[in-house]
């Protein structure tokens, strides 16, 4: 059977990165740059102060001697004309430097009486002035393609008058459930029925993801329902569906997906849980069928839909992120597959700590819930002691 990670190199490597677009930089946090972005300007724009006081010109000022206070200069209210020798304005901090100052004194170092400035503490000349382009010059790269938008991204391109921007799109992402026994959230199942709780688990994630889900409904398990779903779901840029995958009677998702000229990439991955996950293209477009049972759907999504979606959201790294962290507890595993195992990773006792749940059954939802991260336990590796130093991959 197909190993994982050779699994995993056949979905990176054939998914593309969307075509970008061009929107509002307000819109786009959580998207990725597609193109370098310049500073449209210098920043600051001009001379001005760093300090709520006074504007003076350092270099003709004759330390103890008073000067005259003619104006001032507020943030968004520059003072025009000149400043001589022996004058001096009050300034805001943010306010543009008037010609003639370059020096700026605080405000607490200074008394002001009948109109004259006194200083009380030495003066360098240049003190407590921003200059124009001391951040950045006007052309200056800012953020390189690859980079992921997020606040303070948004807000070096907000500064720097960057108001478009070129990113690779949100992916859409369409969900197929699959199964005569799902019901929706709401209803309450009969015997033999089960809620619809993949499609809450999937549209959630991939919200979290920054993906759109675009629910097309539950495919009965014939499949002339399956092939209207497929023909509905093949506009997004990712077609997922849920179920009906294995090798039972009533798994007939890849009957119906050969009406739909459906190329299978592989079926089947050498991994626990999730090993009937089936991968192909539907046209131009990656479809990943994800086993049915919740913690494999699940872990099937994390470990392949998740990097895929990276690679097409533009993200340079679209692997899993990794980190290392001590197991509070004993592992058992038994099998020749890979196994994913649901934990959670938290900082105690100035380390990471991996805590693997119990109710690690396919069929079950427990486990998924509190868990930020998944540990991949090697196929062949039957026990894991407390203490043992371990990777995970995470999951936020
Ligand atoms: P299947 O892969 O279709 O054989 O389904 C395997 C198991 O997962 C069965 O017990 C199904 O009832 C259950 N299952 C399938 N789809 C869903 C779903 N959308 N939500 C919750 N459980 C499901
Ligand atoms: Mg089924």
């Not at 449209?40 to 008073?66: F, H, K, R, V």
């Not at 405000?107 to 002035?129: A, K, M, N, Y």
């Not at 992921?148 to 070096?156: D, P």
């Not at 998944?374 to 894991?384: E, K, Y």
Request: proline letters at 6%; one cysteine or more; charged letters at 20%.
């Amino acid at each position: 059977m197909l190993p994982y990670d050779e699994a995993l190199q056949i979905v990176l490597n054939t998914v593309k990165p969307l075509t970008p677009c061009e929107m509002p930089t307000a819109d786009a946090g959580g998207l990725v740059l597609a193109e370098d972005a310049l500073a449209q300007w210098d920043m600051p724009l001009c001379d001005n102060s760093a300090m709520d006081g006074y504007a003076i010109a350092g270099e003709s000022y004759t330390p103890g001697s008073p000067l005259e206070i003619i104006g001032a200069s507020y943030a968004g209210h520059p003072l025009s004309g000149t400043i001589l020798a022996g004058q001096s304005i009050r300034i805001t901090t943010g306010a543009a430097l008037p010609k003639g100052t370059d020096t700026v004194i605080p405000l607490e170092d200074t008394e002001e009486e009948h109109g004259q400035l006194h200083i009380q503490v030495p003066v360098t000349s240049g003190q407590h002035v921003r200059y124009q382009g001391e951040e950045f010059k006007s052309g200056q790269l800012l953020l390189q393609t690859g980079t992921m938008l997020q606040a303070g991204e948004i807000s070096l391109l907000a500064c720097a008058g960057v108001a478009r921007v070129k990113v690779y799109p949100r992916p859409r992402v369409s969900i197929i459930s699959t199964g005569d026994e799902l019901v929706e959230l709401g209803e309450k199942p009969g015997p033999g029925q089960i809620i619809n709780s993949n499609l809450h688990f999937l549209t959630t994630r991939l919200r979290e993801c920054g993906c759109e889900p675009v629910w097309i409904g539950i495919g009965k398990d014939n499949t002339d329902s399956l092939d209207k779903c497929i023909a509905q779901a093949m506009d997004a840029d990712l077609v997922l569906s849920t179920g009906g995958v294995s090798v039972g009677e009533k798994d007939q998702v890849q009957d119906a997906l050969a009406n739909h000229s459906f190329e299978k990439i592989f079926w089947k991955v050498a991994i626990k849980p999730g090993k009937p996950v089936l991968f192909g293209l539907l046209g131009e477009k990656p479809f990943l069928g994800l086993p049915g049972n919740p913690a494999a759907t699940a872990a099937t999504f994390e470990v392949f839909a998740r990097p895929a979606l990276k690679k097409m959201a533009g993200h340079r790294d679209d692997h899993l992120q990794k980190r290392n962290g001590i197991l509070t507890g004993q592992v058992k595993n038994k099998g020749d597959r890979q196994r994913f195992l649901w934990c959670r990773l938290e900082w105690r006792n100035d380390q990471y700590e991996v805590t693997v749940q119990s109710h690690q059954g396919s069929g079950q939802n427990l486990s998924i819930q509190g868990s930020n991260a998944l540990l991949a336990v090697p196929a062949g590796t039957a026990q894991m002691d407390q203490g043992k130093r371990v990777e995970v991959l995470l999951l936020e």
